[in-house]
């Protein structure tokens, strides 16, 4: 498709939902994660976390019961990056309640959301 004056691309700041702070011991792995496979060591990831604190925010869907917020969130985009926050806690290097920025999406917009973050993504070339 053919980028025009009038395309319209979406951003994130249209989303009806805006940026919200949830503690860690508020998040799960949402079972909508496309990602099943945790990745390498969260060990190298934490140590960046500490250092420059979470760049990029987790994508969460509000886990409901009976048609009700719980006031948990399950994680759909950010599962590695959760494991390496849940490591600072076990690790008593960060507290349980430490705020994540996350971004709310509805479950509908959860496995594409998922899904694009991570395939769209490509990793640095080696002479880099």
């Known amino acids: 498709m053919a980028v025009t004056a009038h395309t ?13 702070p949830v503690p860690i011991a508020k998040l799960f792995r949402s079972p909508l994660n496309v990602r099943k496979q945790g990745g390498t060591n969260p060990s190298e990831l934490a ?9 990029q925010n987790l994508v969460v869907t509000p886990e409901m019961k009976k048609s009700r917020r719980t006031g948990r969130y399950a994680v759909v985009a950010g599962g590695r990056r959760l494991e390496a926050l849940t490591h600072l806690v076990r690790d008593k290097r ?4 430490y705020p994540v920025r996350c971004i709310e ?13 991570n395939t769209a993504r490509e990793p640095l070339h080696p002479a880099d």
């Not at 319209?8 to 805006?18: E, F, H, I």
């Not at 140590?47 to 760049?55: F, K, P, Y």
């Not at 960060?94 to 309640?97: A, C, D, K, L």
């Not at 999406?105 to 973050?117: F, H, Q």
């Open 8 to 20: 319209r691309v979406r951003q994130a700041s249209d989303r009806a939902t805006p940026e919200i």
């Open 47 to 55: 140590a960046s976390i500490l250092s420059h604190g979470v760049l």
């Open 94 to 97: 960060i507290p349980s309640h």
């Open 105 to 117: 999406v509805s479950e509908a917009e959860a496995i594409e959301i998922s899904l694009a973050e």
